[in-house]
């Protein structure tokens, strides 16, 4: 069965997030000095064909430690659907 995983990696709270941090000072160069915190993060998608969800959240997982995230500055989010 083929799945999409959508993956939101972000800084960890707490870390420097320089361009995080640089679109904030934009903001109110731009007129929206509302906007108090921006983050700044990477969105990936990976197609896959896999047994089950489950499966598909765990191929997600193993990419996320092994590759895609820097666990030690970095936080993550998988979502999984069927396509």
């Known amino acids: 069965m083929k799945f999409l995983a959508e993956i939101e990696i972000l800084p960890k709270k707490g870390l420097l997030d320089p361009q995080g941090k640089a679109v904030l000072h934009g903001m109110g160069q731009i007129g929206l000095p509302q906007v108090s915190d921006v983050r700044v993060g990477k969105f990936i998608t990976l197609e896959m064909e896999a047994a089950s969800s489950e499966e598909a959240h765990a191929a997600a997982e193993t990419a996320c430690k092994k590759l ?16």
């Not at 895609?68 to 396509?83: D, F, K, P, T, V």
Request: net charge positive.
């Open 68 to 83: 895609l995230a820097n666990l030690i500055m970095e936080g993550y989010r998988i979502r999984i659907s069927a396509q």
